[in-house]
């Protein structure tokens, strides 16, 4: 029995293989494309849909916040519907977003801050740079301890 764990996983990994290959294939007929169209829209701003969808369904389901408390209460089917609704509103908003803007709230912030903390990352590598062209002495002893 010590090989049915590598029979399942090998199972497992052709048939994500097998689903790869349906995928690349339906996304090379052109109809499949036409419904892929809207994913798009969603996918460039997904880290603002990930973060609005993680609140909704705090709020919506969960006992934390005092609102809903669905959790427990509905039915599976209603959970997909609501899911489902959910992420058609979602990509309706991300689209009218996207019409507007070129990225997300959330991304735009993220690229603000990381871009703040790479100038500061610049700026201490001049630094750097100017106290080794300032010092040749300096600049052999850095030049020792990388080697």
């Known amino acids: 029995m010590l090989w049915v764990?590598?029979?399942l996983a090998a199972g497992m990994?052709?048939?994500s293989l097998g689903y790869l290959a349906l995928f690349i294939r339906l996304y090379q007929k052109?109809?499949?494309?036409k419904i892929l169209e809207w994913f798009k829209y969603v996918g460039k701003i997904a880290l603002s849909n990930y973060?609005?969808?993680s609140v909704f369904y705090l709020v919506v389901f969960y006992h934390c916040t005092n609102m809903f408390q669905l959790f427990g209460k509905?039915?599976?089917?209603?959970?997909y519907l609501i899911a489902f609704?959910?992420?058609?509103?979602?990509s309706f908003i991300s689209y009218l977003w996207l019409k507007r803007k070129d990225q997300g709230s959330i991304e735009y912030w993220w690229k603000k801050m990381?871009?703040?903390?790479?100038s500061k990352i610049k700026?201490?590598?001049?630094?750097?740079?100017?106290?080794?062209s300032e010092n040749s002495d300096l600049d052999k002893l850095f030049k020792i301890v990388k080697v």
């Open 5 to 7: 764990p590598f029979v």
């Open 13 to 15: 990994i052709l048939q």
């Open 30 to 33: 052109g109809i499949f494309n």
């Open 51 to 53: 973060i609005f969808q």
């Open 74 to 79: 509905i039915s599976l089917a209603e959970t």
């Open 85 to 90: 609704s959910f992420f058609l509103f979602q």
């Open 114 to 118: 990381s871009h703040k903390q790479q």
């Open 123 to 132: 700026a201490s590598k001049k630094l750097y740079q100017g106290i080794l």
